[in-house]
């Protein structure tokens, strides 16, 4: 597979901030804008709430924990994961 445009950390794509989330797998990228986060597997849904990417499927747990806080400290109405439920966390 070849890569048609690749994507930095901090990068703006169609107005949504590329936001560099390894630990599930070492490219994982996340992409936010307006309190909404597309995680891909960087956060998973359980339970209708935020949760790390299963163990046995990630290749660095410790790297995955510290994508998931770094995503979470943007304080997201809405997650979109790449697996579940859309996560919301609005008051």
């Known amino acids: ?6 994507v930095n950390d901090g990068d703006a794509i169609e ?8 630990g599930h797998t070492p490219g994982s990228t996340a992409y ?3 309190g909404i986060i597309f995680s891909g597997d960087a956060i998973v849904e359980h339970g209708g709430k935020p949760a ?7 290749l660095n747990m ?9 995503l979470l400290s943007l304080r997201p109405r809405i997650i ?4 579940g439920k859309p996560i919301s ?3």
């Open 32 to 34: 936010f804008k307006d």
């Open 80 to 83: 979109y994961p790449g697996h």
């Open 15 to 22: 107005g949504y901030k590329a936001i560099y989330a390894p």
């Open 62 to 70: 410790e790297e995955a924990m510290r994508s998931m806080d770094k």
């Open 1 to 6: 597979m070849s890569v048609d445009i690749k």
């Open 52 to 58: 790390p990417p299963p163990r046995e499927f990630t």
């Open 89 to 91: 966390l609005s008051t």
